[in-house]
């Protein structure tokens, strides 16, 4: 059975930082990423990483959040998020398959809240 399991999140203040994880169980996915999701908006990918390295960032976060992925067992990834600011907050769902482009159709965590205050 397929799990994901997500922390990291919570409260900071805009220009803090933060550091989101999500560990896989059951299969090592090809691609893994975060999508967020603020109220009353459509859920958007964030960042997602391949097994080989390949990346793809939402422009309003290039240049502020990274993605990585633990090079032994390449289940887990993390999301460092530095300069938040008010417009990150959101729900941050983990999210893995097979491939980048694919990746909002393979499986999802629970989600875990970001918030950021001014």
């Known amino acids: 059975q397929v799990q994901l399991v997500e922390s990291g999140g919570g409260l900071v203040q805009a220009g803090g930082s933060l550091r989101l994880s999500c560990a896989a169980s059951?299969?090592?996915?090809?691609?893994m990423g975060w999508y967020r999701q603020a109220p009353g908006k459509q859920r958007e990918l964030v960042a997602a990483?391949?097994?080989?390295?390949?990346?793809?960032f939402a422009d309003s976060v290039k240049e502020r959040f990274t993605i990585s992925r633990d090079n032994a067992a390449k289940n887990t990834v993390y999301l460092q998020m530095n300069n938040l600011k008010p417009e990150d907050t959101a729900v941050y769902y983990c999210?893995?398959?097979?491939?980048?482009?694919?990746?909002?159709?393979?499986?999802w965590g629970q989600g875990t809240q970001v918030t950021v205050s001014t």
């Open positions: 999210a893995a398959g097979a491939n980048i482009a694919t990746l909002r159709f393979g499986s």
């Open positions: 059951g299969i090592i996915f090809n691609a």
């Open positions: 990483i391949s097994s080989g390295g390949t990346t793809n």
